[in-house]
């Protein structure tokens, strides 16, 4: 069973049907994702149950890599997603807002735009991927995009999958959890494919300009050539071993 599913064994009646049982915890390979001080709480909370139903139990915790086990079956989709917001460091400010969400799975790239943010979420998080196993990929997204689309589905009610241990952060990776600010996702593309490939697309820092003038075939662009130097920086991860 996975951390997420403790609640179905609080109130599973299956167990009592049992004398003896033995858990197996499958952690994802990254522990720090996972195994936290939720994490242990709720392991010390389902053994202090256990030992009130059962007369015998043991719990194993084993750490895998359950990428390998997602690849072989086919079940994983990685999805690498790019997401354009109203320059504001409060994601709760009065100005803040999400312009386009891209994501990018199976060389298929889709730019989800809506002048009302709530609908565009609510697209955003109901496309058929989020109800199948994936992992969301960003380049610096953890500390910037990821807490954003939180903040803005809880402010207009829009259901969203668990994304727990489910965000990868390909700068994060690249910098090794090293603070590189000034190391662009440009620069690694750049890399990769040189200047010749990259368009020349406007800045985060026209974000705001590009909102007021209404230019929004202007905003997709640059959200899909986001997503293609992202796809070159994750393709090239998976080629030296990293991914």
């Not at 100005?95 to 199976?106: D, E, K, P, S, V």
């Not at 609908?119 to 992992?135: A, G, M, N, S, V």
């Amino acid at each position: 069973i996975f951390p997420a599913d403790f609640g179905k064994l609080f109130s599973s009646r299956t167990l009592d049907s049992y004398d003896n049982i033995i858990l197996f915890f499958f952690f994802h390979y990254n522990a720090s994702l996972c195994i936290n001080k939720h994490s242990a709480y709720l392991i010390y909370k389902l053994c202090e149950n256990l030992s009130e139903r059962l007369k015998y139990f043991k719990v194993y915790l084993i750490c895998v890599d359950m990428r390998y086990y997602a690849y072989q079956e086919g079940k994983m989709y990685n999805i690498l997603f790019n997401a354009l917001i109203v320059t504001n460091c409060n994601p709760v400010g009065l100005n803040a807002r999400i312009l386009a969400i891209g994501i990018t799975y199976n060389d298929e790239t889709l730019v989800f735009m809506n002048k009302d943010e709530g609908e565009l979420l609510r697209k955003f998080w109901q496309h058929p991927l989020f109800k199948e196993d994936f992992r969301l990929i960003g380049f610096g997204c953890s500390n910037y995009e990821v807490p954003y689309l939180i903040a803005r589905s809880f402010k207009h009610n829009q259901k969203m999958p668990d994304l727990r241990g489910r965000i990868i952060d390909l700068k994060q990776i690249l910098h090794y959890n090293n603070d590189y600010p000034y190391v662009s996702l440009k620069d690694y593309a750049r890399l990769i494919v040189g200047d010749k490939l990259i368009k020349a697309t406007h800045s985060y820092i026209d974000l705001n300009t590009l909102y007021q003038e209404k230019m929004w075939k202007d905003i997709e662009e640059m959200c899909n050539n986001n997503l293609f130097m992202m796809n070159k920086v994750f393709e090239r991860l998976k080629n030296i071993g990293v991914m």
